[in-house]
């Protein structure tokens, strides 16, 4: 007797071109380790951003700036042994991009050899055009990621909304449209406006995928701690909790305590 493995679909760069031109939106999250990635693939998520949000969200950093490749791809490595359909896109972080092209490449290679992660991503957009050319005629897939750019905080100064000024505005449509002609399959637009946004998605092929950019673009993506509520201290207007895992955690852990302390736990029937 033979046994048939029911075939998953992979989600491919290709797949996400088709999403947007037949009007399906793309769903991204991020994730960071190898149990919730699991979770959310399995629950049918399209891309998996393993975010340098990792700094703030696993190590605790106030910016996205300390973390490390090393550490970029133990995270991506953890998700990607997790994952059976989405595709994984990992953050390269700062300081591994921005010297030259030849690190650019070197740094998008670690990732994908290391990692077995299928695109990387990378903040930026003329700035970063020598960059993007030489990693993907590595063969390496890119997405761009404009607007608030948080590996910039530093000459921003602060995260809010990006591009409500003309010029601003006007340069984010021409980096779109660079990073598209440079060979990028998508691009993430965060914090701006959503009029804005939904001119860059119709000004381009590619998929736009907004955090803060509004409806009118191609999918969304959200930090998954966030959108689980788990991290309640970060409030933005864009930000929908799906969750309150953090009120049910909480009242996991009182009640072991509690049971622990009481000689509840464990009962005859959870011992050997
Ligand atoms: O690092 C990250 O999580 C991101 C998303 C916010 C797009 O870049």
Redesign the pocket.
């Given at each position: 007797m033979s046994v048939h493995k029911q075939e998953i679909k992979k989600i491919t760069t290709h797949q996400l071109q088709e999403m947007k031109s037949r009007g399906e939106k793309i769903a991204m999250l991020?994730a960071y380790d190898y149990s919730m990635a699991k979770i959310i693939d399995g629950a049918g998520i399209d891309v998996i951003?393993v975010?340098?949000?990792a700094s703030n969200v696993m190590a605790g950093n106030e910016t996205?700036l300390p973390i490390t490749l090393d550490q970029m791809i133990y995270h991506a490595s953890s998700v990607v042994k997790a994952v059976k359909r989405a595709l994984v896109v990992v953050?390269i972080p700062f300081g591994y991009y921005q010297g030259s092209s030849g690190e650019a490449l070197r740094s998008s290679i670690r990732i994908m050899k290391e990692s077995g992660a299928h695109a990387v991503?990378l903040e930026g957009g003329s700035e970063v055009k020598d960059s993007v050319l030489r990693i993907l005629s590595a063969g390496v897939p890119v997405m761009g990621?404009l607007g608030l750019t948080?590996q910039s905080i530093y000459k921003f100064g602060t995260y809010t909304v990006r591009a409500k000024e003309e010029a601003e505005a006007a340069k984010l449509i021409e980096d779109a449209k660079l990073l598209e002609k440079c060979g990028c399959f998508a691009i993430?637009l965060?914090k701006i406006p959503a009029t804005l946004a939904k001119k860059v998605a119709e000004s381009i092929q590619i998929p736009t995928i907004g955090?803060g950019a509004g409806p009118d673009v191609d999918g969304q993506?959200l930090?998954m701690q966030d959108m689980l509520g788990i991290t309640m201290e970060f409030k933005p207007r864009f930000l929908r909790r799906y969750a309150d895992l953090q009120s049910v955690i909480n009242k996991a852990v009182n009640d072991y305590v509690a049971d622990v302390k009481a000689k509840a736990f464990p009962s005859d029937k959870e011992k050997y």
């Amino acid at each position: 007797m033979s046994v048939h493995k029911q075939e998953i679909k992979k989600i491919t760069t290709h797949q996400l071109q088709e999403m947007k031109s037949r009007g399906e939106k793309i769903a991204m999250l991020t994730a960071y380790d190898y149990s919730m990635a699991k979770i959310i693939d399995g629950a049918g998520i399209d891309v998996i951003l393993v975010g340098d949000s990792a700094s703030n969200v696993m190590a605790g950093n106030e910016t996205t700036l300390p973390i490390t490749l090393d550490q970029m791809i133990y995270h991506a490595s953890s998700v990607v042994k997790a994952v059976k359909r989405a595709l994984v896109v990992v953050d390269i972080p700062f300081g591994y991009y921005q010297g030259s092209s030849g690190e650019a490449l070197r740094s998008s290679i670690r990732i994908m050899k290391e990692s077995g992660a299928h695109a990387v991503k990378l903040e930026g957009g003329s700035e970063v055009k020598d960059s993007v050319l030489r990693i993907l005629s590595a063969g390496v897939p890119v997405m761009g990621h404009l607007g608030l750019t948080p590996q910039s905080i530093y000459k921003f100064g602060t995260y809010t909304v990006r591009a409500k000024e003309e010029a601003e505005a006007a340069k984010l449509i021409e980096d779109a449209k660079l990073l598209e002609k440079c060979g990028c399959f998508a691009i993430v637009l965060e914090k701006i406006p959503a009029t804005l946004a939904k001119k860059v998605a119709e000004s381009i092929q590619i998929p736009t995928i907004g955090i803060g950019a509004g409806p009118d673009v191609d999918g969304q993506v959200l930090v998954m701690q966030d959108m689980l509520g788990i991290t309640m201290e970060f409030k933005p207007r864009f930000l929908r909790r799906y969750a309150d895992l953090q009120s049910v955690i909480n009242k996991a852990v009182n009640d072991y305590v509690a049971d622990v302390k009481a000689k509840a736990f464990p009962s005859d029937k959870e011992k050997y």
